[in-house]
C-alpha cells in the first residue's frame, strides 16, 4: 500500500501561480508512474499531467505550456508547476501513483488538495 500526500494547494488570482507536492510513502517511487489529475464540481476527474519512471511527460492540452510536471525519486515527491493560471483551472487536485507487475496493476491516489482560481 502507498499512501500519497500532496500538498500546495490554495487560492490564487488568475495569472498567478500554484506549486503543488505530492510525497509518497514507498521505497519504490521511482518505478512509478506519477500523475497529477483534477475534478472541478459536476464533472469527471481528469488527467493533467503525468511523468513516468523515465521522465517522460504527457500533458492535457488546456495546461500545455502553463503547467510542469517533474519528479524528485531521492524524496519521494512529485511536483507540478502551475503557471498562468485560469478560473476554469479550479478544481480539486489529485495524485496518483501507477505502476504494473506481472499483469497486476497497482494504483493508488491521494486525499486531494483544493485549488481555487478567483479575484
Known amino acids: 500500500q502507498v499512501q500519497l500526500v500532496e500538498s500546495g494547494g490554495g487560492l490564487v488570482q488568475p495569472g498567478g501561480s500554484l506549486r503543488l507536492s505530492c510525497a509518497a510513502s514507498t521505497s519504490i517511487f521511482a518505478i512509478y508512474t506519477m500523475g497529477w489529475y483534477r475534478q472541478a464540481p459536476g464533472k469527471q476527474r481528469g488527467l493533467v499531467a503525468v511523468?513516468?519512471?523515465?521522465?517522460?511527460?504527457n500533458y492535457s492540452d488546456s495546461v500545455k505550456g502553463r503547467f510542469t510536471i517533474s519528479r524528485d525519486n531521492a524524496k519521494n515527491t512529485v511536483f507540478l508547476q502551475m503557471n498562468d493560471l485560469k478560473p476554469e483551472d479550479t478544481a480539486v487536485y489529485y495524485c496518483?501513483?501507477?505502476?504494473?507487475?506481472?499483469?497486476?496493476?497497482?494504483?493508488?491516489w491521494g486525499q486531494g488538495t483544493q485549488v481555487t482560481v478567483s479575484s
Open positions: 496518483n501513483a501507477w505502476r504494473t507487475m506481472f499483469g497486476v496493476e497497482y494504483s493508488y
Open positions: 511523468i513516468s519512471s523515465g521522465r517522460d511527460t
